[in-house]
């Protein structure tokens, strides 16, 4: 099978990203997810579920993993790098073969493989395409702030850090969360304030309010960060109300980093929440382990105008968490505006436009009619406005990816605002199931189809067999799925 899929590009380095395994999920009580987590052997009580069984520790299903990348970026590949043992074969210039080495085939994490090439590094284009079938345009436009807006002093901080600490979060998950947050806080100023919410079954916080940043304070908060432990269920729609519920201060933007590794099956529930609750503040989420669901991290950082970083089981926290918070909290520009020139722009997506980072393009798509014009792009960096001009590119040989890169776009703000709206099977599920099979995109309701073409003799049709699978590395069984 060939797919299409644009890759993420940050701090100069490109992204391919490949899950192996679904991590076991929680249901709140009177949630019921079409995932629920069985020991082997186990069953559910539900008919409407399908349950995913889990290996013991130190067994193994018989089915290794085999990944092969070949990348040809059409320039020089400057580095490689992988979440797994890879081994690289480089052949014409330019180009690259990655391969699993033989000690990294359990499919029980995910496999990233980030890769860097050489000369100019991505700049602000703006791409277009006409569809020759039906005349429809399609735009594409990239946006990189430039860099030195990052050096604009930043505003004071009301910085809110909300904890997963259920069962799924036991061991190394926690503890690379907890030294995130150390990190964190150590980067504080003393006109920023501070709050610390922790969840499993309940939510609790470090204090009735956040504090101001001062030596006292911070100590206190390194003590109850050192005390928190994993136990129980993921309700985190308690520690989305906890974090957006108390009134917003007028002269801090809040700031909320939820660090949690996303399993949960009430994922419609918490982004209905993040919609209500938002208000002016930024939603920052952290996926923390080896098989995060992203799928969640990524659909609350856009809901709420941040941005998702992810955290490995083996990465420093602390680098990763610096170079975030450095970031996150110095926005290139706020309240980003987009005067689109004399071109007459229609359907764009996303329809509300994030705050935008140096180092993490902004990409929006859309509709078009007339002649391509350059457009530009305005925001507030520190207290003022500034603007910059993005040119039009020519057509090239990726124009008729422009339009997928555009109906991707629609499909996932029609996802979201279903899920905001609770309503599964009205006209917005047929809005993806038409754009999807329009532009051959796999979606909720379409996917590629494999046909069987072998012989089957009368009588029984087989059996169904379930196959086990592992349990995420970094996740232990005990606390999880037992």
């Not at 938002?278 to 939603?283: F, K, L, M, S, T």
């Not at 950082?301 to 926290?317: I, M, P, T």
Request: with cysteine.
């Amino acid at each position: 099978i060939t797919y299409f899929h644009p890759l993420p590009y940050q701090d100069g380095w490109y992204s391919f990203v490949f899950p192996t395994v679904v991590g076991p999920r929680y249901n709140p009580a009177g949630h019921t997810d079409p995932i629920a987590a069985l020991p082997r052997g186990g069953k559910t009580v539900l008919p409407e579920v399908t349950g995913v069984e889990y290996l013991a520790p130190n067994e193994r299903s018989g089915h290794d993993l085999g990944i092969t990348v070949r990348l040809d970026p059409g320039v020089p590949i400057e580095a490689l790098k992988s979440t797994h043992e890879i081994v690289v074969e480089h052949g014409e210039p330019g180009t690259a073969t990655v391969r699993l080495a033989e000690a990294t085939t359990i499919p029980n994490r995910d496999f990233v493989l980030d890769f860097r090439v050489a000369g100019e590094r991505v700049r602000s284009s703006l791409l277009t395409y006409l569809d020759p079938e039906t005349g429809d345009g399609y735009f594409t436009l990239q946006v990189i702030p430039p860099r030195d807006v990052g050096a604009i002093a930043r505003r004071p901080m009301e910085m809110v850090f909300v904890l997963d600490c259920s069962g799924s979060m036991s061991g190394r998950p926690l503890d690379q969360a907890k030294e995130a947050v150390a990190t964190a806080l150590a980067r504080l100023e003393p006109h920023d304030t501070f709050q610390i919410i922790r969840f499993s079954d309940h939510a609790s916080s470090f204090g009735p309010a956040p504090v101001p940043a001062t030596e006292v304070n911070l100590a206190a908060a390194r003590g109850y960060l050192r005390a928190l432990d994993a136990d129980g269920g993921t309700e985190m729609l308690r520690g989305i109300r906890a974090a957006l519920d108390f009134p917003q201060s007028p002269t801090h933007l809040r700031f909320v980093s939820f660090m949690t590794d996303g399993y949960i099956g009430n994922e419609a529930d918490i982004l209905a929440a993040v919609h209500r609750h938002i208000g002016n503040a930024r939603i920052f989420s952290f996926g923390v382990g080896s098989s995060v669901n992203r799928y969640l991290m990524e659909r609350m950082a856009k809901e709420g105008r941040g941005v998702a970083a992810w955290l490995g089981l083996h990465d420093s926290a602390e680098a990763v968490m610096a170079n975030f918070f450095d970031r996150a909290s110095r926005p290139a520009f706020t309240d980003v505006e987009i005067d689109w020139g004399g071109m007459t722009v229609r359907d764009t997506y996303p329809a509300r436009l994030p705050d935008l980072f140096v180092g993490r393009p902004l990409v929006v798509a859309g509709r078009f009619e007339g002649e391509p014009t350059a457009l530009t792009l305005s925001g507030t960096a520190g207290d003022a406005r500034r603007a910059f001009v993005v040119e039009p590119q020519a057509e090239s040989a990726a124009g008729p990816y422009i339009a997928k890169v555009w109906a991707r776009l629609n499909i996932a703000d029609l996802a979201d605002r279903q899920a905001i709206a609770g309503d599964p099977r009205g006209e917005l599920r047929d809005a993806i199931m038409r754009i999807a099979l329009r532009h051959q995109l796999a979606s909720s309701y379409t996917s590629f189809v494999a046909v069987d073409s072998s012989m089957r003799t009368e009588g029984t049709h087989g059996v169904t067999v379930h196959q086990a699978v592992p349990v995420p590395d970094g996740v232990r069984y005990d606390t999880t799925v037992e």
